[in-house]
């Protein structure tokens, strides 16, 4: 291997390169693989003020690419000038990059395509004369030369032979079908924050995609991940700053739970259409969307964030795909809460729609105070094991203990099922319902008005595997997760008690790292304080933790480190302590519920505003009269 090592200690003398040389560096750094000339070309027809743009790309972009625009063109001494370095209209002085609202702003696109392919530019003006353009041709260690063309409209710039003067980069592009999966992936993010130009994608002069105008980044969105038929599954969200001069605004196109993913791969951030690295705002997203997006599923997102240009920095990245704020805490902030709002409104509207879409008059079980029971020709056996018997409280009057929730094995034996007294179910229902509405930490008097008719009446036939509760409401079948079912009702109540918290013995010290960060933990610290966690600053850089919340387990330590990391919101905090909470708490499977405790967890279900557990599964399934004809082929 010795023969691939560095040389060292050899003494060479120091020499200026070639301009040619030094303009295929330079150009390397901007430019090193076919998708780069799409980005730059791209950037340079939006800011044209084109409304109709097309790419061609053949052999992946390394024999040819073409972009075609109907912009306002260039003039023949602009045309002279646009292929040089640092030449550039957007930008005349330092002040300008604290303002800047174009997509390219550096001078060295052009200059970089045309130092590694052969650069081909025919532009007309607007206001130009008919028939009056002029082509650029521009190839690196050759004089450029422009001479008059026929154009109608707009501009046509062209690079061939990719890296054909620089065989060392070339030998290293892949092959001509990857390529051009990168070409599609930044035509599709250069697309989609632009919904009012027509955008158009030809690859080997086959047309892959076509984008028209639309009137919403919704429709946009949908084109883009092929998902027209599923429109109604994008739901649009927006926010904006609370000053008097609001110094940012947003959109947010998110997809339903049903449209989720198991990676990150369809969150696109786009900062003044720019898309971007920013793993905050993915990480406000899926904040946002706890407890709706289940087993750690994540969402299609796309955030189109319009911001100062004064409070934000793009000239840190080479490719511009990072960004500096000055401060993003506030729109974390508002991403998440605009997002979390959303999907708690959503499932509301759900389950009232599925609720109350006709009056329930027909069934056996109405639970009121006074009801039908089964008859005894009825027969519904019970799971062979039974597990645990649990006495289900709805009311819940400590959190401190789970004795409520399990009982002793009642053995391997089924017993066939016995319809139950009248007067026993009256008198063990009216005790649990009276419980309910004595209970201080149940759904809130709003909820609960709200959903009153949603938990009025329902027919119980029993459970299965001691897993699940089996209830026909609204003539459909309600296959209900009993865990999950309690596990909801237990977190809402823990996220409904006010925070109890616990005094440390010893106060524990942990520092930051800078005054950002000093100044985040004073935007939360009373808000800490509310979910039971008091901190104090003791000297600059430097906090006390002082309380915790009584139910807390882990490393504190670690636990504001990744506050600070993340800006994580304090009621983000409790909710995973109240996530830990009810998961532990909550009945386990195996465990065997009497009709009463069943009949009061079904009762409680259906008076939730959000049918999922704390973890996004949902709380039941449901069969239809017409789906279950269909399984057993029935008309």
Request: a neutral charge; charged letters at 30%.
């Given at each position: 291997?010795?023969?691939?090592?560095?040389?060292?200690?050899?003494?060479?003398?120091?020499?200026?390169?070639?301009?040619?040389?030094?303009?295929?560096?330079?150009?390397?750094?901007?430019?090193?693989?076919?998708?780069?000339?799409?980005?730059?070309?791209?950037?340079?027809?939006?800011?044209?003020?084109?409304?109709?743009?097309?790419?061609?790309?053949?052999?992946?972009?390394?024999?040819?690419?073409?972009?075609?625009?109907?912009?306002?063109?260039?003039?023949?001494?602009?045309?002279?000038?646009?292929?040089?370095?640092?030449?550039?209209?957007?930008?005349?002085?330092?002040?300008?990059?604290?303002?800047?609202?174009?997509?390219?702003?550096?001078?060295?696109?052009?200059?970089?395509?045309?130092?590694?392919?052969?650069?081909?530019?025919?532009?007309?003006?607007?206001?130009?004369?008919?028939?009056?353009?002029?082509?650029?041709?521009?190839?690196?260690?050759?004089?450029?030369?422009?001479?008059?063309?026929?154009?109608?409209?707009?501009?046509?710039?062209?690079?061939?032979?990719?890296?054909?003067?620089?065989?060392?980069?070339?030998?290293?592009?892949?092959?001509?079908?990857?390529?051009?999966?990168?070409?599609?992936?930044?035509?599709?993010?250069?697309?989609?924050?632009?919904?009012?130009?027509?955008?158009?994608?030809?690859?080997?002069?086959?047309?892959?995609?076509?984008?028209?105008?639309?009137?919403?980044?919704?429709?946009?969105?949908?084109?883009?991940?092929?998902?027209e038929k599923s429109l109604g599954l994008l739901h649009?969200?927006?926010?904006?700053?609370?000053?008097?001069?609001?110094?940012?605004?947003?959109?947010?196109v998110i997809g339903d739970p049903s449209l989720a993913?198991?990676?990150?791969?369809?969150?696109?951030?786009?900062?003044?259409?720019?898309?971007?690295?920013?793993?905050?705002?993915?990480?406000?997203?899926?904040?946002?969307?706890?407890?709706?997006?289940?087993?750690?599923?994540?969402?299609?997102?796309?955030?189109?964030?319009?911001?100062?240009?004064?409070?934000?920095?793009?000239?840190?990245?080479?490719?511009?795909?990072?960004?500096?704020?000055?401060?993003?805490?506030?729109?974390?902030?508002?991403?998440?809460?605009?997002?979390?709002?959303?999907?708690?409104?959503?499932?509301?509207?759900?389950?009232?729609?599925?609720?109350?879409?006709?009056?329930?008059?027909?069934?056996?079980?109405?639970?009121?105070?006074?009801?039908?029971?089964?008859?005894?020709?009825?027969?519904?056996?019970?799971?062979?094991?039974?597990?645990?018997?649990?006495?289900?409280?709805?009311?819940?009057?400590?959190?401190?203990?789970?004795?409520?929730?399990?009982?002793?094995?009642?053995?391997?034996?089924?017993?066939?099922?016995?319809?139950?007294?009248?007067?026993?179910?009256?008198?063990?229902?009216?005790?649990?319902?009276?419980?309910?509405?004595?209970?201080?930490?149940?759904?809130?008097?709003?909820?609960?008005?709200?959903?009153?008719?949603?938990?009025?009446?329902?027919?119980?036939?029993?459970?299965?595997?001691?897993?699940?509760?089996?209830?026909?409401?609204?003539?459909?079948?309600?296959?209900?997760?009993?865990?999950?079912?309690?596990?909801?009702?237990?977190?809402?109540?823990?996220?409904?008690?006010?925070?109890?918290?616990?005094?440390?013995?010893?106060?524990?010290?942990?520092?930051?790292?800078?005054?950002?960060?000093?100044?985040?933990?004073?935007?939360?610290?009373?808000?800490?304080?509310?979910?039971?966690?008091?901190?104090?600053?003791?000297?600059?850089?430097?906090?006390?933790?002082?309380?915790?919340?009584?139910?807390?387990?882990?490393?504190?330590?670690?636990?504001?480190?990744?506050?600070?990391?993340?800006?994580?919101?304090?009621?983000?905090?409790?909710?995973?302590?109240?996530?830990?909470?009810?998961?532990?708490?909550?009945?386990?499977?195996?465990?065997?519920?009497?009709?009463?405790?069943?009949?009061?967890?079904?009762?409680?279900?259906?008076?939730?505003?959000?049918?999922?557990?704390?973890?996004?599964?949902?709380?039941?399934?449901?069969?239809?009269?017409?789906?279950?004809?269909?399984?057993?082929?029935?008309?």
């Open positions: 291997m010795a023969i691939f090592s560095a040389q060292r200690g050899i003494e060479k003398k120091i020499q200026k390169l070639k301009p040619e040389l030094a303009r295929k560096i330079a150009a390397g750094e901007v430019i090193d693989r076919p998708h780069a000339v799409v980005r730059e070309l791209l950037d340079n027809a939006i800011d044209s003020g084109a409304n109709n743009i097309r790419l061609e790309i053949f052999s992946g972009g390394i024999e040819k690419i073409i972009v075609k625009d109907n912009g306002i063109g260039l003039s023949k001494e602009d045309l002279a000038l646009c292929a040089q370095p640092h030449a550039t209209s957007k930008i005349g002085s330092e002040l300008d990059l604290l303002k800047i609202q174009s997509m390219g702003f550096r001078g060295e696109a052009l200059s970089s395509i045309a130092a590694v392919s052969r650069l081909k530019i025919q532009s007309k003006q607007r206001q130009a004369k008919e028939n009056h353009a002029w082509c650029l041709e521009s190839e690196v260690g050759l004089e450029d030369r422009i001479e008059p063309c026929l154009i109608h409209e707009g501009s046509i710039v062209e690079a061939q032979g990719l890296f054909a003067n620089f065989p060392a980069r070339r030998q290293f592009l892949k092959r001509p079908a990857t390529e051009a999966a990168l070409c599609r992936q930044v035509f599709i993010e250069k697309s989609l924050p632009f919904i009012d130009i027509h955008f158009s994608f030809f690859s080997d002069g086959e047309k892959k995609l076509d984008f028209p105008e639309t009137q919403s980044y919704k429709e946009r969105f949908a084109s883009a991940l092929g998902l649009e969200l927006e926010g904006q700053d609370t000053a008097e001069l609001p110094e940012w605004r947003f959109k947010l993913r198991t990676d990150r791969k369809q969150i696109h951030i786009f900062t003044n259409n720019r898309k971007i690295d920013e793993y905050s705002f993915v990480q406000a997203i899926e904040y946002g969307c706890q407890g709706y997006f289940p087993n750690g599923l994540k969402p299609i997102a796309a955030l189109f964030l319009e911001i100062s240009p004064a409070l934000v920095d793009f000239n840190i990245h080479p490719a511009k795909k990072e960004a500096r704020f000055k401060d993003s805490t506030a729109i974390h902030r508002a991403i998440h809460t605009s997002i979390n709002r959303f999907f708690r409104s959503f499932s509301f509207k759900a389950i009232q729609e599925d609720s109350l879409e006709r009056e329930e008059t027909k069934h056996q079980y109405e639970f009121s105070n006074d009801f039908s029971i089964p008859t005894s020709d009825q027969h519904f056996s019970k799971p062979a094991y039974r597990g645990k018997e649990s006495h289900f409280s709805p009311s819940f009057p400590g959190l401190e203990s789970s004795r409520d929730f399990e009982g002793e094995n009642r053995g391997n034996h089924a017993q066939p099922f016995q319809p139950i007294k009248r007067s026993h179910i009256d008198s063990s229902f009216q005790k649990e319902h009276q419980a309910l509405n004595n209970a201080s930490f149940t759904s809130t008097k709003r909820g609960l008005e709200k959903n009153e008719k949603a938990a009025a009446s329902f027919r119980y036939f029993g459970s299965y595997a001691s897993l699940f509760l089996i209830a026909e409401k609204n003539e459909k079948l309600y296959i209900i997760d009993q865990h999950a079912a309690h596990e909801r009702i237990l977190f809402n109540q823990f996220m409904q008690k006010k925070a109890q918290s616990q005094n440390l013995l010893i106060p524990q010290l942990f520092t930051t790292k800078d005054k950002n960060e000093d100044s985040y933990l004073e935007s939360i610290q009373d808000e800490l304080q509310e979910q039971g966690f008091q901190i104090e600053k003791v000297a600059e850089g430097k906090w006390e933790i002082r309380e915790i919340h009584e139910l807390w387990e882990g490393d504190l330590e670690g636990l504001f480190s990744e506050i600070l990391k993340n800006k994580t919101e304090p009621r983000d905090l409790l909710r995973k302590i109240a996530e830990n909470y009810a998961c532990k708490k909550a009945i386990k499977d195996g465990s065997y519920l009497d009709d009463a405790s069943a009949i009061a967890l079904i009762t409680e279900s259906f008076s939730l505003d959000d049918p999922h557990c704390p973890h996004g599964r949902p709380i039941w399934t449901i069969i239809s009269k017409e789906e279950l004809f269909s399984r057993v082929k029935r008309s």
